[in-house]
């Protein structure tokens, strides 16, 4: 997210429960702000959300939610008075690209460039302005004046919105060959180590529009932080809809491809996917559910790929080497 947003500004709320404290390399505190958040640094009342023994599962799953929104809330506002705009709101199994679908519409050069999601959702937000600003002076200069605009196109009044939806596509945890994992990659590169690279099969065709489309799950959101007021801020929060109504503009549940710029959700190996403080352990991230998801082998594809080009093109080989040592490795398999 460093190269594909680009990542300039990056806010975590740390879980509780967690049993590992974030590992951060000084090197990406030099490229950008990152801060990290306890619940008494976005919670009124800490204690509310605190997870104990006696809680059950429901109970649990209140809290999970219920932090999660606050978080949002005031982390969106912290930004808003930071001066800060396109915001997005996912998490970290969750990596933002452009769909298959879309690029053929622009420079064959588009992912690789650093920044790419900002400067396409920048040059439709431009166009749709300018446009809607010229037909404000057509309309001035006529002698029947209409208070009517037309968008540009109806992608270019999506992404005028103040919030946005970014639909999901979920890929499942079937491993490739060595050679499709590595294919384009440089010889000291372990394509084991990334997800976006070591799963590449979806778990719905890539077309699919049918009943299965719902296991990619609601979509997450791009926010402009910098146009939410104060009364946007008090309104009813979900984590796919931080500030309703205002993210209900859009649809949670289009589907991945619909619009250019997507997420893709990696549900990873069952160690990754399962978590003993996890409060939905006995809901949704059973074992069960899991096996169910993990076969899933509805097409692969290479899309996000081009990340690891520009990224190299960025930082240099060297630099590439150091910043990626240590990912996607525990941190008892970390070096310094």
């Known amino acids: 997210h460093y190269f594909a947003l680009p990542l300039g500004y990056l806010v975590i709320a740390v879980d509780p429960a967690s049993k590992d404290p974030p590992h951060i390399d000084d090197y990406w505190h030099t490229v950008m702000t990152i801060e990290l958040w306890n619940d008494k640094d976005f919670m009124q009342f800490p204690?509310?959300?605190?997870?104990?023994?006696?809680?059950?599962?429901?109970?649990?799953?209140?809290?999970?939610?219920?932090?999660?929104?606050?978080?949002?809330?005031?982390?969106?506002?912290?930004?808003?008075d930071k001066g800060r705009t396109l915001t997005s709101f996912h998490d970290t199994d969750e990596y933002i690209t452009v769909s298959n679908q879309f690029q053929a519409n622009f420079s064959q050069t588009i992912v690789h460039q650093p920044g790419?999601?900002?400067?396409?959702?920048?040059?439709?937000?431009?166009?749709?302005?300018q446009a809607q600003q010229q037909q404000q002076r057509e309309n001035t200069t006529?002698?029947?004046t209409t208070n009517t605009?037309?968008?540009?196109?109806?992608?270019?009044?999506?992404?005028?919105?103040?919030c946005f939806h970014t639909p999901r596509?979920?890929?499942?945890?079937?491993?490739?060959?060595?050679?499709?994992?590595?294919?384009?990659?440089?010889?000291?590169?372990?394509a084991r180590q990334f997800e976006t690279l070591r799963y590449r099969y979806r778990l719905t065709p890539t077309q699919s529009r049918g009943p299965n489309k719902a296991r990619n799950g609601l979509a997450k959101v791009i926010v402009d932080v910098s146009r939410l007021t104060d009364a946007d801020l008090v309104t009813r929060s979900t984590p796919h809809a931080p500030f309703k109504p205002l993210c209900l503009r859009t649809s949670p549940s289009l589907d991945y491809g619909t619009v250019p710029v997507g997420i893709h959700h990696y549900l990873g190996p069952w160690e990754f996917y399962y978590r003993d403080n996890d409060p939905r352990k006995e809901t949704v991230r059973t074992r069960a559910n899991w096996e169910?998801?993990?076969?899933?082998?509805?097409?692969?594809?290479?899309?996000?790929?081009?990340?690891?080009?520009?990224?190299?093109?960025?930082?240099?080989?060297?630099?590439?080497?150091?910043?990626?040592?240590n990912a996607g490795l525990s941190l008892k398999n970390q070096t310094k």
């Open 149 to 162: 605009t037309n968008s540009l196109s109806k992608i270019h009044k999506y992404y005028s919105n103040t």
């Open 292 to 325: 169910m998801l993990a076969q899933g082998k509805a097409g692969a594809d290479d899309e996000i790929r081009p990340w690891i080009r520009g990224f190299l093109d960025l930082v240099g080989t060297e630099q590439a080497k150091y910043l990626l040592r």
């Open 169 to 190: 596509a979920l890929y499942s945890a079937v491993e490739s060959t060595a050679a499709e994992r590595n294919h384009s990659l440089p010889t000291w590169m372990d």
């Open 116 to 129: 790419f999601v900002w400067n396409l959702l920048q040059m439709y937000r431009q166009q749709e302005r």
């Open 142 to 144: 006529t002698t029947t």
């Open 47 to 80: 204690g509310q959300v605190r997870r104990m023994k006696k809680d059950g599962t429901k109970e649990l799953e209140y809290k999970y939610v219920r932090r999660q929104r606050e978080f949002y809330k005031v982390c969106g506002k912290y930004l808003r």
